[in-house]
């Protein structure tokens, strides 16, 4: 998947520099999170959003990317107290659904999911925030 998502690279740039404005890019990204990473949160208990295309989620993260470098992303709260608020309902969704069960493995807690989208994200603007010039 990695050799061919580097494959792809260039032209993937030219798809997402070829949008004109910051809205554009938004909502290429949010088409992306609608098609791979909402069909694993939306179908826990039955099947409302076809799940075809969740496995072009590195293409997602890529243009979630993308747009953090290009882009300042300004949050209500501080980046780590957003991704300790997400960390914390993820796990407490994931113990209230296999309560009293083995823990599974479904489509949310996996990479595609939504869960690990949103960590992801908040875990990179996190790292990109951080001041090195003391270092």
């Not at 890019?25 to 949160?41: A, D, G, H, N």
């Not at 039955?46 to 890529?62: K, N, Q, R």
């Not at 300004?74 to 608020?85: E, H, N, Q």
Request: zero cysteines; a positive charge.
């Amino acid at each position: 998947m990695y050799v061919g998502l580097f494959i792809l690279i260039p032209f993937l740039n030219v798809m997402y520099h070829s949008l004109k404005n910051r809205r554009q890019k938004e909502v290429l990204i949010f088409t992306f999170v609608f098609l791979t990473s909402l069909p694993s949160f939306l179908n826990v208990y039955a099947t409302f959003l076809e799940s075809w295309w969740i496995g072009i989620y590195p293409l997602t993260y890529y243009f979630i990317g993308a747009y953090l470098s290009e882009y300042e992303v300004k949050l209500p709260l501080k980046i780590p107290v957003l991704l300790l608020i997400v960390l914390f309902f993820s796990s407490a969704f994931n113990i209230f659904y296999s309560y009293s069960n083995t823990f599974s493995w479904p489509f949310f807690t996996s990479w595609e999911g939504i869960q690990n989208l949103a960590a992801a994200t908040l875990a990179f603007l996190a790292l990109k925030n951080l001041n090195f010039k003391n270092v």
